[in-house]
């Protein structure tokens, strides 16, 4: 699965444009690296505190941010899990 496929599944559950979550994956890639890819699964706090400095960061809306995110973390344990070995 390449990026763009990330990204149109991303927005398909987010309901968000696809322009909007790459902005917020970009952002989260270049603030929390592999570090935290890794601890994130499972846990919705995190997920609330990164959508919030995400927010602040790049002026994007909070909720826009936490549902980005949460479609992207449900992308990855669906399709990527196993491949890249995130989230775990």
Known sequence: MNKKEVLTQVSEKSE???????????AFEKQFGDVLLKKIKGEK????????????????DLSVCEKV????????????SDK?????
């Open 84 to 88: 890249l070995k995130f989230w775990k």
């Open 16 to 26: 968000i444009a696809i322009d909007v979550c790459e902005k917020v994956i970009d």
């Open 69 to 80: 995110l949460t479609a992207f973390k449900e992308v990855f344990d669906k399709e990527l």
């Open 45 to 60: 706090k995190i997920i609330i505190d990164i959508a919030e400095s995400i927010s602040q960061k790049n002026a994007l």
